[in-house]
């Protein structure tokens, strides 16, 4: 058996990220699906964003659960505590660092491709403006295309179209992609509030590129400051 | 932050091979804990093995759910036909393989090690009986290692005691770390029956190893042929 060539699978949250690459996708792939998966987070709203996104963009739609996160508990996505810019002491890394997340998050687009002979995974993550997350290295991702590669022997290739991206970068190609009505429906904030609260690391990374790239974000319509 | 050098985490299904995996922890690490991940099996009874194996042996035991594979579906594991000797013709892969399944349980022990400052990973893949699994193969793990450090951003080792072993080898191995009587507790049958099937390609493949070991197997006492 061989992959669909002209096909691709999106690990798609339904965040301002994920949904650059899926209007990227739609570019580059003419059989394109998208997966979110469901791992108890409390912005349970961007589940409803991403569906109302592929929708929008007529693209078949997968929510996948993943009950293990809030089974290990210890960050605080999926815990009661508010997110805050913070980072533990113990590890340096940010509180709001889920271990293994991608990892786990991309096999399981993997196997969703796998059963569905797709070859092609696209991920948003970025190593540019990577907040301390080290499962958004490059590195980390050629590590998990060749493990995925052999644990399912299959040629899976993972783009990354945003890895070396600036977030003003992110923002000009969505614009370049005609993305941004999209982005008036991508939910981003830790916290899950919409309109966003503004203040949690993500919020304020999205107004960061939004801001820098000089474009009004359309989910916030803020000013360009 | 280190790792505690004399801790292990062994990915534990109550099976054979992962509980003579567990007693090669013990020799090997003065602080050993147990991980069974709960993916929906049909095969429910290896959690009870797995737990009364861990209590005999006084070692911490976690049972993760992993609610993903049941969605995804697609394998004979997970759903109700009746598991038999089969390769699928598109793939030319076992009926009952998982896409994806050791990577995501090893990268879920992982997170869970993370959490405990613990770097090494005990697993039992075997590479010289490895019924046709591409994820129970040395490269798979010497890739998915790299991906746990880099994704994590810590020391991973993954030991695979049983990666070049004969069944039979296994079964010896057993003998010598005294864990005969844990391989009493085991469970090894696909459809889940006690005593086993003795059909499925797990109780062959169990049969086969006690037989060319010329030792009775514990679990169904059966005669040494």
């Not at 792939?29 to 108890?40: L, M, P, Q, S």
């Not at 929008?56 to 290990?72: M, N, Q």
């Not at 210890?74 to 913070?86: A, M």
Request: aromatic fraction near 8%.
């Amino acid at each position: 058996m061989q992959p669909d060539p002209a096909a691709a699978v999106v690990l798609f949250s339904g965040g301002q990220d994920s949904t650059t690459c899926l209007a990227w996708a739609l570019r580059q792939y003419r059989r394109v699906e998208a997966v979110t998966i469901d791992y108890g987070q409390r912005h349970r709203v961007e589940l409803e964003c991403a569906r109302a996104i592929a929708e929008r963009c007529g693209v078949p739609h997968r929510i996948l659960p993943c009950d293990s996160f809030t089974a290990l508990g210890g960050n605080s996505l999926v815990s009661e505590e508010v997110v805050r810019d913070g980072v533990r002491q113990d590890t340096g890394l940010p509180n709001t660092f889920v271990p293994g997340r991608n990892l786990i998050f991309l096999c399981l687009v993997a196997a969703y491709a796998w059963q569905r002979s797709i070859a092609n995974l696209v991920t948003g993550v970025c190593q540019t403006d990577f907040s301390g997350y080290p499962d958004c290295r490059q590195t980390t991702m050629d590590a998990l295309q060749a493990a995925l590669r052999a644990g399912m022997d299959w040629p899976f290739t993972i783009h990354t179209p945003l890895m070396f991206l600036t977030k003003a970068d992110s923002v000009r190609l969505a614009v370049d992609l005609d993305a941004l009505p999209l982005l008036a429906l991508s939910h981003t904030c830790y916290n899950g509030s919409r309109p966003p609260c503004g203040t949690c690391p993500a919020c304020l990374l999205r107004a960061k590129g939004f801001a820098e790239a000089g474009i009004a974000d359309p989910l916030t319509a803020s000013p360009i400051r």
